[in-house]
């Protein structure tokens, strides 16, 4: 499921200056940064690998702009945006958590 139009408004300010920019004229064309970013949160939400991307998002090398997005800030600035907005309207409860403790590693002689 791609993202509202509503999230949208809140992520695209959050981008650097050359994602919103017209595509260039030279080189391959830039793809359409709104489909990258669908294109993350469908790896992030399903576990795939990258080159597993379904067909109506962009070809999977554009990972390289999410780890240049991760690089930069970029996405830890677009989650806090979203739970911001999140939460003024009132879908985000911050006094709750929860803590997934599969991916912690236990030492082999962590019980005595």
Do not use: H, S
């Not at 080159?51 to 600035?77: A, C, H, I, N, S």
């Not at 945006?81 to 958590?97: H, N, P, S, T």
């Amino acid at each position: 499921m791609d993202r509202t139009d509503a999230q949208w408004a809140v992520v695209e300010p959050l981008l650097p200056e050359e994602e919103r920019t017209p595509p260039r004229k030279r080189g391959r064309p830039r793809k359409d940064p709104r489909q990258v970013r669908n294109a993350v949160l469908w790896i992030l939400r399903t576990g795939a690998r990258w080159k597993d991307l379904l067909e109506q998002y962009p070809p999977y090398q554009t990972r390289r702009r999410f780890q240049r997005w991760v690089r930069k800030g970029v996405m830890e600035t677009i989650l806090q945006a979203l739970a911001r907005d999140l939460k003024e309207r009132g879908g985000l409860d911050v006094q709750e958590r929860f803590i997934d403790g599969a991916f912690v590693a236990a030492k082999k002689r962590a019980m005595g």
